[in-house]
């Protein structure tokens, strides 16, 4: 049987919105971690097949297919071509899918899988907005759809309001949507403080470390704040924050294994994606981890560690109520609330972040998750080799 294999992983410190990556060139970003990546791995960067890359908001910088415009700001081989794809907040997860349906299929071998984004350049939802107005048309990839409206009347697509619909739905309250969020930076605080993130973090330029976690958040700070929606719970100190970064991964087969005479860190034990209810949007986790449980045999006990984005706490306390998994095994150096949330990247980081703890910690079995745009989820299960 085919197998698809982790080589090497890495990533950018993720900054925050107006930090040190804000003046970064998001094809820049993508270039450090492509060359970073090329050099860890010993791999002739000729001999790679294609160069799958995660970006939302492909507009201005992030145009013209940003995966073939880092590799060729990297200085690397012009033969070489990229694609860019988006699954929303998914795409890099989606790229690492696709690097390693590649090589599973046997039509590549050697694959690069990752992602880029700089929010601070090129604010959320800003590619929408701007190419709507010239044209007149109102606002938003869903209005004026009578298949949409027909289905969906005029329901609000928001991910807040999603967020808002799980916290009420599950009875989670704001203090335990904050709680949890404190812990995401005191975890996240933790793997910095004990290095636990220096290995698969490529400084760029004074940017050393992540800039998210804040030393100094309270929950008499978080309860200060006001919800986003009026009435609501969610706030943004249980939200993702708005961050700058990049990460990639060498995907490899075993011909590519064999030739090059590489090691392979881990293996794609599963890999899949899974649609539910858009309107609540960030659910969809719940049912596709179910779905790759169901497939592949194993129960979340096997699991050694999981990686579920926190695009929004409720998302991580319904998954965790619905799944019963052990919460000390999932995001254990802290989330996107803390660490932050370049969405184009952000599939990429979580996987090279797990990739990297598996080593840490001598587990076998890592599972990633994340809620995406429409209501969907990919979910990837790795094994350590």
């Known amino acids: ?34 060359t970073a ?12 097949d294609d160069v799958v890359f995660g970006c939302l908001d492909a507009v201005g910088p992030q145009a013209g297919d940003i995966a073939r415009t880092s590799w060729l700001a990297a200085g690397l081989p012009e033969e070489v071509p990229g694609v860019t794809v988006d699954r929303q907040c998914g795409s890099s997860q989606q790229a690492v899918h696709f690097a390693a349906q590649a090589v599973l299929s046997g039509t590549q071998d050697l694959v690069v899988a990752g992602g880029t984004q700089n ?48 916290a009420e739905e599950r ?25 636990r993130f220096d290995r698969e ?10 800039e998210g976690p804040r030393r100094d958040t309270t929950l008499e700070k978080m309860a200060a704040l006001k919800p986003v929606l009026d009435g609501g719970r969610i706030t943004a100190a249980c939200s993702s924050q708005v961050s700058d970064g990049a990460a990639a991964l060498l995907i490899a087969g075993e011909r590519a294994v064999r030739d090059h005479g590489l090691t392979p860190r881990a293996r ?25 449980l169901r497939r592949t045999g194993l129960t979340l006990d096997a699991i050694d560690l999981v990686e579920i984005n926190e695009a929004f706490a409720p998302v991580v306390l319904a998954w965790l109520r619905e799944t ?25 980081r979580l996987m090279t972040t797990l990739l990297h703890e598996l080593e840490r910690t001598g587990g ?6 994340m809620c995406e745009g429409g209501g969907q989820a990919n979910v990837t299960l790795v094994e350590r080799l």
Do not use: C
Request: charged share 20%; net charge neutral; hydrophobic share 45%.
């Open 201 to 210: 973090v490529v400084p760029y330029g004074d940017v050393t470390a992540d």
């Open 268 to 292: 794609v034990h599963h890999l899949s994606v899974r649609g539910e209810d858009p309107i609540r949007m960030l659910t969809a986790p719940i049912p596709a981890t179910a779905h790759a």
């Open 171 to 195: 009875g989670i309250s704001r203090r335990e949507m904050e709680e949890y969020a404190l812990g995401s930076h005191r975890r996240a605080l933790r793997a910095l403080d004990e290095g």
């Open 364 to 369: 076998r079995f890592g599972l990633q998750t």
């Open 119 to 166: 929010m601070s350049m090129v604010p959320i939802a800003f590619a929408s907005r701007r190419a709507a107005e010239p044209l007149g048309l109102t606002e938003g990839p869903f209005a004026g759809s009578a298949g949409w409206r027909a289905r969906y009347g005029d329901k609000p697509v928001n991910q807040f309001h999603g967020a808002e619909l799980i």
């Open 37 to 48: 990546l090329m050099e860890r791995s010993g791999v002739d960067p000729a001999a790679v």
């Open 324 to 348: 019963g998994a052990d919460p000390g095994r999932v995001n254990v150096n802290g989330g996107a609330i803390a660490l932050g949330h370049p969405l184009g990247a952000t599939g990429a």
């Open 1 to 34: 049987m085919a197998e698809a294999y982790i080589v090497e992983a890495v990533r950018t410190p993720v900054g925050r919105r107006g930090g040190g990556l804000a003046a970064a060139h998001p094809a820049d970003l993508g270039a450090h971690v492509l």
